[in-house]
T-cell receptor, first 113, second 114 residues
Framework: QQQVKQSPQSLIVQKGGISIINCAYENTAFDYFPWYQQFPGKGPALLIAIRPDVSEKKEGRFTISFNKSAKQFSLHIMDSQPGDSATYFC????????????FGDGTTLTVKP | DVKVTQSSRYLVKRTGEKVFLECVQDMDHENMFWYRQDPGLGLRLIYFSYDVKMKEKGDIPEGYSVSREKKERFSLILESASTNQTSMYLCASNTYRRTNYGYTFGSGTRLTVV
């Protein structure tokens, strides 16, 4: 069964707009929720992460919102730029198991100029 | 700059060949991982290792094996390559020593089996 479900599969946003990507998880043992950004031909890079004891984390234009009771978390990209065009993966990890991550299927974001 | 280095960016192998994918990290990380990435399927865990000579199966270990003889090096082995193993292979590492255990990924090896 898929433990981390990500939506939408693809997203097109105008420059300056807000991009929102959603993820839902099932296993309540997950205790670390990272987001990764991947450009074509590159490996994914850690973008921002959150733990379930906080409801929001912001780093620059990127914000994670976390809803523990609903078992959902989302990535918001404010003032989206063409350079943000990439594939974004959410993930969920269990620290006691080598921090092994389970990934969503990814969202391809295109920001139009 | 910390790095995870995968030895090959592109590989083309024939069906039935034994294939070795190598990964080296310079961050003294305890944990190393092999994922494969396929369009629409995200990243799926093949194997991971939490210490030298220690390994655990991931979600899709069939047809693969791994070796970790030194802390910095984690090898993925395709015992007899098949066309359905054509994919992008990603190596990653992380550590227990930090409060977050996000991954550092390599650039990937795109393997084509013909």
């Amino acid at each position: 069964q898929q433990q981390v479900k990500q939506s939408p599969q693809s997203l097109i946003v105008q420059k300056g707009g807000i991009s929102i990507i959603n993820c839902a998880y099932e296993n309540t043992a997950f205790d670390y929720f990272p987001w990764y950004q991947q450009f074509p031909g590159k490996g994914p890079a850690l973008l921002i992460a959150i733990r379930p004891d906080v409801s929001e984390k912001k780093e620059g234009r990127f914000t994670i919102s976390f809803n523990k009771s609903a078992k959902q978390f989302s990535l918001h990209i404010m003032d989206s730029q063409p350079g943000d065009s990439a594939t974004y993966f959410c993930a969920a990890s269990i620290g006691t198991n080598a921090g092994k991550s389970t990934f969503g299927d990814g969202t391809t974001l295109t920001v139009k100029p | 700059d910390v790095k995870v280095t995968q030895s090959s960016r592109y590989l083309v192998k024939r069906t039935g060949e034994k294939v070795f994918l190598e990964c080296v990290q310079d961050m003294d990380h305890e944990n190393m991982f092999w994922y494969r990435q396929d369009p629409g399927l995200g990243l799926r865990l093949i194997y991971f290792s939490y210490d030298v000579k220690m390994k655990e199966k991931g979600d899709i270990p069939e047809g693969y094996s791994v070796s970790r003889e030194k802390k910095e090096r984690f090898s993925l082995i395709l015992e007899s390559a098949s066309t359905n193993q054509t994919s992008m292979y990603l190596c990653a590492s992380n550590t227990y020593r930090r409060t977050n255990y996000g991954y550092t990924f390599g650039s990937g090896t795109r393997l084509t089996v013909v």
